[in-house]
């Protein structure tokens, strides 16, 4: 199966029998037919339940990638023109942690807006318990400028901690 759509995965193992594998979500957009080439990009977590990943992730090792699985997130319902009299209509993303992996490949598929952005409110509300711990902070202004995606940050492990996603989305 190729990757076709945002939110499909890989299984990722050392090249051995005995070692579970790891699933992670593609964070790249997926080229179909715009390009020959293909580049995977993942959000690779460090965790302690993961000790083999550091030493296993080197120039010259051997690892197992699966083939791409998953069917991915349905988009094509946000691009019909069944909505397009709708009073207000709005897309908020949620993820917390490595979650926000496939979101980046929705945003950056250009899927979500394909409606005009003014029409089409986008708002990420992305978790994580500091600032440090933030990942693609260098996208999020261009995500803004050219897919009309806000990011709100959700912090849960500081002073004025706001909790969690889902906390913040309950109100």
Do not use: H
């Given at each position: 199966q190729?990757y076709?759509?945002?939110?499909?995965?890989?299984?990722?193992r050392?090249d051995?029998?005995?070692t579970a594998?790891?699933?992670?979500?593609?964070?790249?957009?997926?080229?179909?037919?715009?390009?020959?080439?293909?580049?995977?990009?993942?959000l690779?977590?460090l965790?302690?339940?993961?000790?083999w990943l550091?030493?296993?992730?080197?120039?010259?090792?051997?690892v197992?990638?699966?083939?791409?699985?998953?069917?991915?997130?349905?988009?094509s319902q946000?691009s019909?023109?069944?909505?397009t009299?709708?009073e207000?209509?709005?897309?908020i993303l949620?993820?917390?942690?490595s979650?926000i992996?496939?979101?980046?490949?929705?945003?950056?598929?250009?899927?979500?807006?394909?409606?005009?952005p003014?029409?089409?409110?986008?708002i990420?509300?992305?978790?994580e318990?500091?600032?440090?711990?933030?990942c693609?902070?260098?996208?999020?202004?261009r995500?803004?400028?050219?897919?009309?995606?806000?990011?709100?940050?959700?912090?849960?492990?500081?002073p004025?901690?706001?909790?969690?996603?889902q906390k913040v989305?309950s109100?």
């Amino acid at each position: 199966q190729q990757y076709t759509t945002p939110g499909q995965f890989v299984q990722l193992r050392p090249d051995d029998a005995t070692t579970a594998p790891i699933f992670l979500a593609i964070s790249s957009a997926p080229t179909c037919g715009k390009t020959d080439a293909v580049t995977l990009q993942f959000l690779v977590k460090l965790s302690p339940r993961l000790p083999w990943l550091l030493d296993t992730l080197v120039t010259g090792n051997t690892v197992k990638i699966s083939p791409v699985m998953g069917s991915g997130f349905s988009l094509s319902q946000l691009s019909s023109e069944a909505d397009t009299e709708a009073e207000a209509f709005k897309v908020i993303l949620a993820a917390a942690g490595s979650g926000i992996a496939p979101l980046k490949a929705c945003i950056e598929s250009g899927l979500l807006g394909q409606r005009q952005p003014s029409q089409l409110p986008i708002i990420l509300y992305y978790g994580e318990w500091t600032e440090e711990d933030l990942c693609f902070t260098d996208l999020y202004t261009r995500w803004k400028n050219e897919y009309g995606v806000d990011v709100k940050r959700v912090l849960s492990r500081v002073p004025d901690a706001q909790g969690y996603v889902q906390k913040v989305l309950s109100r």
